[in-house]
T-cell receptor, first 112, second 112 residues
Framework: EDKVVQSPLSLVVHEGDTVTLNCSYE??????LLWYKQEKKAPTFLFML????IEKKSGRLSSILDKKELFSILNITATQTGDSAVYLC????????????FGQGTILTVHP | DGGITQSPKYLFRKEGQNVTLSCEQN?????MYWYRQDPGQGLRLIYY???????QKGDIAEGYSVSREKKESFPLTVTSAQKNPTAFYLC???????????FGPGTRLLVL
């Protein structure tokens, strides 16, 4: 059975701290890994990663994939209170159709 | 404005009642999806549709039904056979299979 595991499940930091969120996966026929940010409502897309070792960056957020060790990390530098959210990792894999399997999410709380 | 809309925002269901959640997109996406999100868990796939007039069961389809008569619309019916319907329901769409999925704002279903 395909599995995506995120750690930690929750994290509390202060503004200005740097955080690293982890996502490990076991899926058949891996195709890509996605990161989403969810603030109370719809998850919003952050990154899609398909190749190992290539960092994707957007402002203070960055992410990298390691296909050999089957994990990805999401880094957030100089955190702000607006970064408080649930961060979801999802992996495309599976057989003919391809299935997006989600991890349980990491709840990030940033205090002023 | 392009996007995905879901209605209603909150929905209350009585015992034995069928209720229908609406999902509309104007992104010209071919594929549409329904997920259920429970506290502390990742998103679980209920149904998906890759093209009009075709849809497939996801991991937790029992007690749910869908239709895809138009490209823009993918309504989900929660039937009385679904014994534990209280959850946050998210609709998503993507250009095609294994492309990035974009989410609607969600519907929270509560049982009276």
């Amino acid at each position: 059975e395909d599995k995506v595991v995120q750690s930690p499940l929750s994290l509390v930091v202060h503004e200005g701290d740097t955080v690293t969120l982890n996502c490990s996966y076991e899926v058949t026929n891996f195709r890509s890994l996605l990161w989403y940010k969810q603030e109370k409502k719809a998850p919003t897309f952050l990154f899609m990663l398909t190749s190992s070792g290539i960092e994707k960056k957007s402002g203070r957020l960055s992410s990298i994939l390691d296909k050999k060790e089957l994990f990805s990390i999401l880094n957030i530098t100089a955190t702000q209170t607006g970064d408080s959210a649930v961060y979801l990792c999802a992996v495309w894999g599976g057989t003919s159709y391809g299935k997006l399997t989600f991890g349980q999410g990491t709840i990030l709380t940033v205090h002023p | 404005d392009g996007g995905i809309t879901q209605s209603p925002k909150y929905l209350f269901r009585k015992e034995g009642q069928n209720v229908t959640l609406s999902c509309e997109q104007n992104l010209n996406h071919d594929a549409m999806y329904w997920y259920r999100q429970d506290p502390g868990q990742g998103l679980r796939l209920i149904y998906y549709s890759q093209i009009v007039n075709d849809f497939q069961k996801g991991d937790i389809a029992e007690g749910y039904s869908v239709s895809r008569e138009k490209k823009e619309s993918f309504p989900l019916t929660v039937t009385s056979a679904q014994k534990n319907p209280t959850a946050f329901y998210l609709c998503a769409s993507s250009m095609g299979n294994q492309e990035t999925q974009y989410f609607g704002p969600g519907t929270r279903l509560l049982v009276l």
